[in-house]
């Protein structure tokens, strides 16, 4: 699997391994779908710079997944051991629209930070609460509340689930068009490649669908409209508040200061991020420009200032003899440094949160730090 960019535009190419046979390609422009499409002899040409780097046990630099498979709509094993290519191209359309949605210019952030994108709705012990009786009541541990791609409430096995599938999972509901109910296969990359799983969703209010994941039962006639209001009718109001917790992901009236433009809060334990250009939208940049911004900044610190989190002993030993080393805040400043020009990034990590600031230009540089920890003492109750 390759990319390759051209005037803006950016192909995503997905050859089959071992004969070269090119499985889909989509194209993106400007953070939207794009008709234009690669040309066969380029094709033919990145199939044979794959070939012959292999048969030199070395792959393409911009390889994205091993063995060039994608695995959360079609098995591990249709991947790996490919008998008919026009039936496997044909169960790959189901997955267009996720790629192009990791392609597009998305409101989400978790495609770069492997965090499952989340909201904060007022309510949300109500809302777990009935989410777990409903979970239950319809014979699954893995439930969950999606609002836009970003899950307000989920079970604590839903939350267990491994990456990617913890951030696919909602992102794939983001990514599909609305529907009142959907029946749909899905495999786990990690808990289930080979086996799929059914992905029942039902909406609740327009933008806003409960999820479970499940075997072969329930069948999704058994969520029936008298279950759904037994669960969800007492909670109907705190639903409401849900809905337009999308983009801005903070609840309505969370006081943040007025320079801040966007904001980026990852707990990198869980595994769960808040991500939100929409404080101060009248202002200079543009949300698009906001959403740019803040995921530089997030590949710049998380390259060169913040170290991945330790996995193994031995890293988590080097971690410990190297801690003082490590820096706990940083700020870039793009344009000049001057008052009144330029806005400003700051970053700030302590303990297992990292937060990450775009800052408007008239916040002056040497209050950054106090900022940004003000503002991270102030979301730390939420995440």
Not at 204 to 233: A, F, H, I, N
Not at 236 to 261: Q, S, Y
Not at 333 to 344: A, H, K, N
Not at 362 to 379: C, D, I, K, M, N
Request: glycine share 8%.
């Amino acid at each position: 699997m390759g990319e390759e960019g051209t005037e803006g535009t950016v192909h995503l190419l997905c050859l089959a391994a071992s004969s070269g046979v090119p499985l889909f390609c989509r194209s993106s422009r400007g953070g939207a779908p794009a008709r234009q499409q690669l040309p066969f002899s380029v094709i033919g040409s990145l199939n044979g710079v794959h070939m012959f780097g292999q048969n030199l046990e070395v792959q393409l630099s911009s390889a994205r997944t091993e063995d060039t498979t994608v695995v959360l709509l079609v098995g591990l094993e249709e991947l790996t051991n490919i008998r008919n290519v026009e039936r496997l191209k044909k169960e790959l359309r189901a997955s267009y629209r996720l790629v192009d949605s990791f392609l597009g210019d998305s409101e989400r952030i978790g495609d770069l930070t492997q965090c499952v994108d989340c909201v904060v709705p007022p309510e949300v012990s109500l809302l777990q609460e009935a989410l777990s009786g409903f979970a239950e009541a319809a014979g699954t541990a893995f439930g969950s509340l999606v609002v836009s791609g970003r899950v307000v409430a989920a079970t604590e096995s839903w939350w267990r689930l491994g990456t990617p599938e913890a951030v696919l999972l909602p992102w794939l509901v983001g990514s599909l068009p609305p529907q009142a109910a959907r029946d749909y296969p899905v495999y786990l990359p990690h808990g289930s490649p080979t086996v799929p799983h059914r992905l029942l969703t039902l909406t609740l209010l327009p933008g806003l669908e409960l999820c479970l994941l499940c075997g072969p039962r329930p069948p999704l006639s058994r969520l029936d409209p008298q279950l759904l209001d037994r669960w969800w009718q007492p909670v109907l109001d705190p639903l409401r508040t849900c809905v337009p917790l999308g983009p801005r992901a903070l609840p309505a009236g969370f006081p943040l200061h007025v320079d801040v433009l966007g904001l980026l809060l990852l707990h990198l334990e869980l595994k769960r991020c808040l991500f939100t250009v929409e404080p101060s939208g009248d202002q200079e940049p543009s949300p698009e420009q906001r959403r740019r911004l803040l995921r530089s900044f997030y590949s710049l610190v998380t390259a060169a200032h913040f170290p991945p989190e330790p996995g193994t002993p031995e890293d988590k030993a080097e971690d410990a003899a190297q801690r003082a080393q490590v820096p706990r805040a940083c700020y870039l400043v793009s344009g000049p440094e001057e008052p009144g020009t330029g806005w400003r990034l700051v970053a700030l990590q302590l303990g297992p949160r990292r937060l990450l600031l775009l800052v408007s230009a008239q916040s002056p540089t040497h209050g950054l730090r106090s900022l940004a920890t003000h503002t991270l003492h102030a979301l730390t109750p939420l995440l």
